[in-house]
Every structure is written in structure tokens, then in C-alpha cells.
């Protein structure tokens, strides 16, 4: 069994995404970030970093991993799917969930920090960020043209992006102009599994209906969430 230590966000998602793929049982262990449960002594044993998602597999001795990337990676090894062993195959699609972890990622959390959490709005920084995930909103798109996934068969490198960019509207970008990756949106979302996976735990925020009150009362919470982390006796 799998402890998952999450909550609904697109970094959380992507893990909860792979153990339904993978069809692995595991327990949910929901954190309340607003109220900086990631930074108990407790889960930082799990994680130094204080962040969700992480993971413990109680079959393997406790064994406990963080970051997003390296759980996906951990899980797909474990059971031996999304995520190919021949060596240009694997690296495919590590190269793409690279991209995700190391670019759509940042870019888009820095762009929710700064268009919608931050009390001023800078406006250099929000198109700064803007502009630098629409940039790579386009290379997916671009891909996506002649690949009917990121990296041959549907991967963990298809669930890391995929989590992240489902959420382009809270970070105010658009993707109308990019008929690719709306398809490879749509094609992920029609799948069974992505859809219980967003339900562990549901989005507290269903980005296409909500209204403006209830963005921003989460906007705050994440809001004082980033305060908190800035802080510097935080983990
Ligand atoms: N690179 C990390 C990022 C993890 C991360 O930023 N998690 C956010 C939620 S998506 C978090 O725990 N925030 C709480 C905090 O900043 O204290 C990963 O991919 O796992």
C-alpha cells in the first residue's frame, strides 16, 4: 500500500493520476496547505522540502519519495508501465517530463503567484510569466502537431504536463490558438483514470465554472500560503 500525501493541486493530481493509471491501491493523506500542515516536523521527516506531493510505500520498508517528477518516475518503475526501459524511449519521455518539471511547472506558478495571488500587481512580472508559459504552451503545441502523445505511447510525461496545463485558465493564459494541444487536452481528460485522480482530492476550484468569489477567497488562502512560505524559518 502507497501513502499518498497530497492535496488538490496540479502537483498532487499528477501522482494521484499515475496510482489510478496504475491501478496501485493507496491511502489518501490530504494536507491543508493554507494552514502550512506541509511543514510539520512530521512531513518534513517525508519531506525536507515541505511541499506536497509525496509519497511512502509501506511495502518497500517506508520507503518515502518527493517531488512530483521522482514519485511519477518511482511508480512507473515499480510497476513497469508509462515509462518505457529501452534507453531512447526512456529518455523521451524523461526529456518531456523535464520539460514539465523544470519549465510549464515554475512558469505557471510563478504566473498564478503573480496574477493572482500577490496583492500588487506588477504587471512585468505577470506578462514576464504569462508570456514564458504561453512560449511553451507553444513547443507542446508544436509537438503535438505530428505526435499523438509527448513521447510515443501515453506516459508519466503526458500526466505531468497534462496536470499543469488543464489549469491554463487560472493562470490566464489562453490556449484557443493551439488546436494540438486542446486535442491532447481533451483526449487525456476523456480518460476513466485521469478523472478519478482529480477527485483525490477534488479541485477545490473547478476552473471552468466557478465564480470570481470563489477564486478569490482561494486566491487568498493561497495567498497568505506564499507569505508563509517566504517566511524565513520556513522549510
Ligand atoms: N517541484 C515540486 C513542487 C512542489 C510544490 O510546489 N508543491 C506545492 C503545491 S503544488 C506546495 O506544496 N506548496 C506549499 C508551500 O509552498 O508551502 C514538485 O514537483 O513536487
Given at each position: 500500500m502507497i501513502d499518498l500525501y497530497t492535496a488538490a493541486t496540479p502537483n498532487g493530481h499528477k501522482v494521484s493520476i499515475a496510482l489510478e493509471e496504475l491501478a496501485l491501491p493507496y491511502t489518501l493523506q490530504v494536507l491543508d496547505l493554507s494552514l502550512g500542515e506541509q511543514k510539520t516536523p512530521a512531513f518534513l521527516a517525508i519531506n525536507p522540502n515541505g511541499r506536497i506531493p509525496a509519497i511512502v510505500d509501506r511495502d518497500e520498508g517506508d520507503f518515502a519519495v518527493f517531488e512530483s517528477g521522482a514519485c511519477l518516475m518511482y511508480l512507473a518503475e515499480k510497476t513497469g508501465r508509462l515509462l518505457p526501459t529501452e534507453v531512447k524511449a526512456r529518455s523521451r519521455v524523461v526529456q518531456w517530463l523535464m520539460f514539465q518539471m523544470g519549465g510549464i511547472g515554475p512558469m505557471m506558478g510563478q504566473a498564478n503567484v503573480f496574477y493572482r495571488y500577490f496583492p500588487e500587481k506588477i504587471q512585468p512580472a505577470i506578462d514576464r510569466y504569462q508570456g514564458e508559459s504561453k512560449r511553451l504552451f507553444r513547443v507542446l503545441d508544436g509537438h503535438l502537431q505530428d505526435h499523438e502523445y509527448l513521447a510515443g505511447d501515453y506516459s508519466i510525461a503526458d500526466i505531468a504536463n497534462w496536470a499543469w496545463v488543464r489549469t491554463h485558465r487560472w493562470s490566464g493564459v489562453e490556449v484557443d490558438d493551439l488546436p494540438h494541444l486542446q486535442r491532447w487536452l481533451e483526449a487525456i481528460r476523456a480518460r476513466p483514470a485521469v478523472q478519478r485522480g482529480l477527485q483525490a482530492?477534488?479541485?477545490?476550484?473547478?476552473l471552468r465554472r466557478d465564480s470570481e468569489e470563489k477564486a478569490k477567497e482561494f486566491s487568498e488562502k493561497a495567498r497568505s500560503m506564499v507569505e508563509m512560505g517566504q517566511s524565513k524559518t520556513s522549510a
Amino acid at each position: 500500500m502507497i501513502d499518498l500525501y497530497t492535496a488538490a493541486t496540479p502537483n498532487g493530481h499528477k501522482v494521484s493520476i499515475a496510482l489510478e493509471e496504475l491501478a496501485l491501491p493507496y491511502t489518501l493523506q490530504v494536507l491543508d496547505l493554507s494552514l502550512g500542515e506541509q511543514k510539520t516536523p512530521a512531513f518534513l521527516a517525508i519531506n525536507p522540502n515541505g511541499r506536497i506531493p509525496a509519497i511512502v510505500d509501506r511495502d518497500e520498508g517506508d520507503f518515502a519519495v518527493f517531488e512530483s517528477g521522482a514519485c511519477l518516475m518511482y511508480l512507473a518503475e515499480k510497476t513497469g508501465r508509462l515509462l518505457p526501459t529501452e534507453v531512447k524511449a526512456r529518455s523521451r519521455v524523461v526529456q518531456w517530463l523535464m520539460f514539465q518539471m523544470g519549465g510549464i511547472g515554475p512558469m505557471m506558478g510563478q504566473a498564478n503567484v503573480f496574477y493572482r495571488y500577490f496583492p500588487e500587481k506588477i504587471q512585468p512580472a505577470i506578462d514576464r510569466y504569462q508570456g514564458e508559459s504561453k512560449r511553451l504552451f507553444r513547443v507542446l503545441d508544436g509537438h503535438l502537431q505530428d505526435h499523438e502523445y509527448l513521447a510515443g505511447d501515453y506516459s508519466i510525461a503526458d500526466i505531468a504536463n497534462w496536470a499543469w496545463v488543464r489549469t491554463h485558465r487560472w493562470s490566464g493564459v489562453e490556449v484557443d490558438d493551439l488546436p494540438h494541444l486542446q486535442r491532447w487536452l481533451e483526449a487525456i481528460r476523456a480518460r476513466p483514470a485521469v478523472q478519478r485522480g482529480l477527485q483525490a482530492p477534488p479541485s477545490t476550484l473547478e476552473l471552468r465554472r466557478d465564480s470570481e468569489e470563489k477564486a478569490k477567497e482561494f486566491s487568498e488562502k493561497a495567498r497568505s500560503m506564499v507569505e508563509m512560505g517566504q517566511s524565513k524559518t520556513s522549510a
